[in-house]
């Protein structure tokens, strides 16, 4: 299963997400502290 590292701007936050997980964390918000988000937190690799 292929994970992205995803850092929260507002809380600095940092976890690891399946795709499927980031998709809905951009969609829904941060899981850590609701903020909305978007793709430029995200390292691919």
Known sequence: M???EYTCP???G???LP???LEAT???GCP???AS???????TG
């Open 2 to 4: 292929t994970t992205h």
């Open 10 to 12: 507002d809380c600095t």
């Open 14 to 16: 940092t976890i690891d």
């Open 19 to 21: 795709v499927e997980s």
């Open 26 to 28: 951009v969609e829904h």
């Open 32 to 34: 850590l502290c609701g």
């Open 37 to 43: 988000v978007d793709r430029v937190g995200v390292a």
